[in-house]
């Protein structure tokens, strides 16, 4: 007897809850919005030094007819190998600097920092 209204009821809640997002992305996945974006285009990246915090993730999208990836120079972390109009999205979980590469051109090279997050166990300088 209450099953009907109930799952109207749900269905709705689901539907508002969802629909108006403060930042909506105008992307096509319901995936967390990276915390910096690396476009790939004419064999480079750009920007080739990008720097996020802890626990944020970065986007390569690749804009060149030819295949490229985002690598780590030491393997800890790497993303699909992207064609043209394709992206992938890497999660940074350890605070460090790494040297990265396209696996397919390797002279295409390009580092990310990772530096402590404000929510993270390290705050910063307090000054008051
Ligand atoms: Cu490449």
């Given at each position: 007897m209450f099953r009907i209204p109930l799952t109207a009821w749900t269905v709705a809640a689901v539907l508002v809850a969802c629909a108006p997002g403060p930042s909506t992305p105008t992307g096509t996945?319901?995936?967390?919005?990276?915390a910096a974006t690396v476009t790939i285009q004419g064999?480079?990246?750009?920007?080739?030094d990008v720097t996020v915090k802890v626990g944020e993730s970065i986007r390569w999208t690749n804009q060149d007819s030819a295949p490229h990836t985002a690598t780590a120079?030491?393997?800890s972390f790497?993303?699909?190998?992207?064609?043209?109009?394709r992206s992938d999205s890497v999660t940074f979980t350890k605070v460090g600097t790494y040297a990265y590469h396209c696996a397919v051109h390797p002279t295409m090279t390009a580092v990310v920092h990772v530096v402590a997050g404000a929510s993270e166990s390290t705050p910063p300088t307090k000054s008051y």
């Open positions: 996945d319901m995936a967390p919005a990276p064999f480079a990246f750009a920007p080739a120079d030491d393997g790497g993303t699909a190998t992207l064609g043209q109009g």
